[in-house]
C-alpha cells in the first residue's frame, strides 16, 4: 500500500483521460486516498480555467475532472465542460 503523496506518480499522466484513469485505477492504493491528495495541485491539459473551481479538479479544453463520490469504486469521471456549466446554472 502506498503511503505518501510522493509515491502517487501522475507524471505519465499527459491528457485528462490517463489522468481519470490513473486515479480510478489507484483508488484503494493510498493510505487516506482520496484526502491524502493534494487534489488543489493536479495538473490540467489546456483550455480555460472554469469559473467556478468547486467539483473540479483538472481540466482540457472540452472536459473536467471531476469527483463522483455516488459510486465508490469510480471515484472520478469527465464530464463535458457545457453540460457541467448549463447543470450548474440550472443548480443556480
Same mark, same amino acid.
Given at each position: 500500500?502506498?503511503?505518501?503523496q510522493e509515491?502517487? @506518480? /501522475?507524471?505519465g !499522466?499527459?491528457?485528462?483521460?490517463?489522468l !481519470?484513469? %490513473?486515479?480510478?485505477e489507484? $483508488? +484503494?492504493?493510498?493510505e487516506g %486516498?482520496? %484526502? $491524502?491528495l @493534494?487534489? @488543489?495541485?493536479?495538473?490540467?491539459? +489546456?483550455?480555460?480555467?472554469?469559473?467556478?473551481?468547486?467539483? /473540479?479538479?483538472?481540466?482540457?479544453?472540452?472536459h %473536467?475532472?471531476? +469527483?463522483e463520490?455516488r459510486?465508490?469504486?469510480?471515484?472520478?469521471?469527465?464530464?463535458?465542460?457545457k453540460?457541467?456549466?448549463?447543470?450548474?446554472?440550472?443548480?443556480?
Amino acid at each position: 500500500m502506498k503511503l505518501f503523496q510522493e509515491d502517487f @506518480d /501522475i507524471s505519465g !499522466c499527459t491528457n485528462l483521460q490517463q489522468l !481519470c484513469d %490513473y486515479l480510478n485505477e489507484s $483508488a +484503494g492504493e493510498l493510505e487516506g %486516498y482520496p %484526502y $491524502a491528495l @493534494d487534489m @488543489d495541485h493536479l495538473p490540467t491539459y +489546456g483550455g480555460e480555467p472554469p469559473e467556478l473551481r468547486e467539483g /473540479i479538479f483538472s481540466w482540457d479544453e472540452t472536459h %473536467y475532472l471531476v +469527483g463522483e463520490s455516488r459510486k465508490p469504486d469510480v471515484f472520478w469521471k469527465l464530464v463535458e465542460r457545457k453540460t457541467w456549466e448549463d447543470e450548474m446554472w440550472v443548480d443556480m
